[in-house]
Structures are given as structure tokens and as C-alpha cells.
T-cell receptor, first 114, second 112 residues
Framework: AQSVTQPDIHITVSEGASLELRCNYS??????LFWYVQSPGQGLQLLLK??????LVQGIKGFEAEFKRSQSSFNLRKPSVHWSDAAEYFC????????????FGTGTRLQVTL | DGGITQSPKYLFRKEGQNVTLSCEQN?????MYWYRQDPGQGLRLIYY???????QKGDIAEGYSVSREKKESFPLTVTSAQKNPTAFYLC???????????FGQGTRLTVV
């Protein structure tokens, strides 16, 4: 069965600093991978997705993620964090052929200090 | 504007009562999903439907029921058999396999 691990429950960074959120997945074949962001009490917004091809994917709001098959990872990065990036971030994996039946990680809450 | 509408945003019910959460989409998506979100547990799949009049259980379907009579609508009923129904419920839809899911704004259900 597929699974996702986000090892960091809570991360605090200063505004302007770089950010990396970790995501490790378990899946037997090539997965479909996603990062979503959620503000308190709201739904989830898709930041970026990886289906195939270039392993470095660009998303909205200046985020990017790199798929590393050898490490079973799909870490999310941003060069310079803004205070408005404070939110909860979820990594998700979809099974090939049923990409939208997503399995989510437990999330990482990002706090940004000014 | 196209999107997914969940209603109501907040819902309170007494223990032992069934309650139905609404989810409507005008994106012409074939697939729809219900997730439950609890603090520290991520999102867990309750039910999903890939076509009208068909749906499958997800990972935590016990105590829940759904119907898919129309493409646009996928209501979720939380029954009295659900032992811990207080949670944040998220509905999502997608065009189908190989595409990402789009989410509604959620319904926070509190059972007292």
C-alpha cells in the first residue's frame, strides 16, 4: 500500500530565509506526487505536481519540488519565505491510474517569524 | 466561477443524530471524494466515486454513507454509527485518473 511520511510536524523560519519541507513516500511503481497548502479552516490548494519527466517541478507562489527516486523523496523548497507562506503543507501520493485517490502525509505546519 | 461548494461551513448536531454534508461541483468532473481531517493525522479517505451511480469505500468508511445520483453532487451522511464524528470534512473532485484533485472549503462538524 502507498504511504507518505512528513517527518517535520512543525517548522519555524524567518521571513526571507530559505525553506525545505521533507516528504518521503512508499510506492511500488512510479508515483504521482503532489504538494498542497492549507490555510486555517480552509480547503487545500494545489502548489505543484509531478507525474513524469523533469524531476524538478515548479509550482505556484515560487515553490518548487524535486523528485528523487533513489531516495523516495519529493521535498518542497522555496528560496525566500514570505510571512504569507505560513500555513500547513501536505504531501500526497497517487497511485498510477488512480492519481486522484490520494494518500496524504500528516502535514507540516510552517510558522514564519518577522 | 467553477468550483466546489461545501455547505454548511459549520454544523452542530446532537449525538445519535444522522447528519448530511453537501458537496456540489460545477467543474464537470467525473470523480468526487470525501476526506476527513483530524489534527495531526492528515487527510483520510472516506468514500470516492468515479462515475454517477457508483462509489467505493475508502480507508475509513465505517459509520458513513454516500450517494452519487448526479454528476455534480456527492453528499455524505454521517450516521449515528460513527463513533467519533467531530472533525473537519473535505470534499474534492477531479477529471479522473491521472489528474489532481480540487478541494472545497470544508465543513466543520461538531457533535455534542
Amino acid at each position: 500500500a502507498q504511504s507518505v511520511t512528513q517527518p517535520d510536524i512543525h517548522i519555524t523560519v524567518s521571513e526571507g530565509a530559505s525553506l525545505e519541507l521533507r516528504c518521503n513516500y512508499s510506492y511500488g511503481a512510479t508515483p504521482y506526487l503532489f504538494w498542497y497548502v492549507q490555510s486555517p479552516g480552509q480547503g487545500l490548494q494545489l502548489l505543484l505536481k509531478y507525474f513524469s519527466g523533469d524531476t524538478l517541478v515548479q509550482g505556484i507562489k515560487g515553490f518548487e519540488a524535486e523528485f528523487k527516486r533513489s531516495q523516495s523523496s519529493f521535498n518542497l523548497r522555496k528560496p525566500s519565505v514570505h510571512w504569507s507562506d505560513a500555513a500547513e503543507y501536505f504531501c500526497a501520493v497517487g497511485a498510477t491510474g488512480t492519481a486522484s485517490k490520494l494518500t496524504f502525509g500528516t502535514g507540516t505546519r510552517l510558522q514564519v517569524t518577522l | 466561477d467553477g468550483g466546489i461548494t461545501q455547505s454548511p461551513k459549520y454544523l452542530f448536531r446532537k449525538e445519535g443524530q444522522n447528519v448530511t454534508l453537501s458537496c456540489e461541483q460545477n467543474l464537470n468532473h467525473d470523480a468526487m471524494y470525501w476526506y476527513r481531517q483530524d489534527p495531526g493525522q492528515g487527510l483520510r479517505l472516506i468514500y470516492y466515486s468515479q462515475i454517477v451511480n457508483d462509489f467505493q469505500k475508502g480507508d475509513i468508511a465505517e459509520g458513513y454513507s454516500v450517494s452519487r445520483e448526479k454528476k455534480e453532487s456527492f453528499p455524505l451522511t454521517v450516521t449515528s454509527a460513527q463513533k467519533n464524528p467531530t472533525a473537519f470534512y473535505l470534499c474534492a473532485s477531479s477529471r479522473g485518473t491521472g489528474t489532481e484533485a480540487f478541494f472545497g472549503q470544508g465543513t466543520r462538524l461538531t457533535v455534542v
